[in-house]
Structure formats: structure tokens, C-alpha cells
């Protein structure tokens, strides 16, 4: 399914434009933070959209040329294109080689935890519930027992505030992301409780 962001085709509405490109910004850390092999096709990483047209591969004009103007108009996707790859080469349990189980290892720790707006685990009610259009996704670090991952995910229309669920550490969280935010630096939370995520946004939240 493909959405428009409320008009069709090219425009000058602002709004309009920045919630596409935060789509464009949610789309990609989607592929990058799955498992398998990222499938990014040349100019993705600075927006080259061929017009909405999926079938470019047929035609020879510009729906299909690369437009390498499009890298410096587009510069911040760019910047956080080469942010989510170095996530990627960071952490290996955005790469595994085995699938997620939610399975505890033999330290007690689950390899992953699927969690609701409240911070607690998914019922299985809730994984039924079609009008659910939010998910955290708890991971344990393979390589620091006491270190997490948790990547929110807000696809509705509204913010929702996150119940962090307790850290294995005393540390405080850092935001490496957040697709809603201007600028993609990390950045402390401090000990915080709970997290504010607007709608049509991932954010990635480390401890």
C-alpha cells in the first residue's frame, strides 16, 4: 500500500513534505534494524522516489536516471542513512544469523521481548487486535548482558507515551534516534520513566 501524506504529487505544503520524508526516515530503519540482508536500491539513501513508479525498470528517461542533484538536496536523509548503518555494524543483534525466539538464554535473559504501549510483554489478545499501531521491541545486546536495545515503533495518527520497561543497569537511556527530531545525535535521557513518541515515528533508545 502506498499513502500520499495528504496530496498527490509534487507540492509545496511543508507539512506535507515532512511527513514524507519522516516516512522515508521510518521506512529505512525498518529495513536496516530487520534481519537479512539490507536491500537498498541506488539513490534510496537520498530520496530518489522515480515518481511513485514502480515498474521504472522499463523505461530509459528520468523516472529512472539517477539524479545525483538529488544527494545534496537531500543530504540529511543521506546522514541518516550512514547513521543506521553504523547502528547496524554496532550492534550484531541487528544481523543475526538465527532467528528471534523470545527465548530465554542460559543467563535468563530473552534474546527478544515484544512489548505494548505500557511497557509490559504482548498478550497474545494484542498481537489479534487490529487496531494496534504500536510495538516496542525489547532486545537483549549478545555481547554485554547487562546492555539493551529497545526500537519503538508509532504508526498511528496520535503520540503515545512509552512505559520504558525497568533497565538491567543503573545507566541512563540514550536516544541514538528518534525519526520525529530534527537532528539524529544521541542524546541522554537520564533516568527517564516513560518516552513521548509522535505519531508516524521510530525512535532506537539504548541502555
Known sequence: MSWNCGAEGPTDDAAVN???????????????????????QAGDEFARTQRGNNNAYCQDNEIS??????RSVNLDLLRFVQLLAQLRRRHVEFRRETFLKGAASRASVKDVMWLNVGGNEMKQGEWQDANL???????AKRNNLEG??????NAGDSAQTFTLPS????????RQFDTAQGTHEAMSLGLANDYRLDASSVALLEC
Not at 148 to 153: E, F, I, N, S, Y
Open 18 to 40: 515532512n511527513l514524507r520524508k519522516r516516512q522515508m526516515r521510518n521506512l529505512l530503519a525498518t529495513l536496516f534494524f530487520s534481519q537479512g540482508v539490507p536491500m537498498l
Open 65 to 70: 536516471w539517477v539524479d545525483w542533484h538529488l
Open 133 to 139: 499501531r504500536t510495538l516496542g521491541i525489547w532486545f
Open 148 to 153: 539493551r536495545l529497545l526500537l519503538l515503533l
Open 167 to 174: 533497565g538491567p543497569v543503573n545507566g541512563p537511556w540514550i
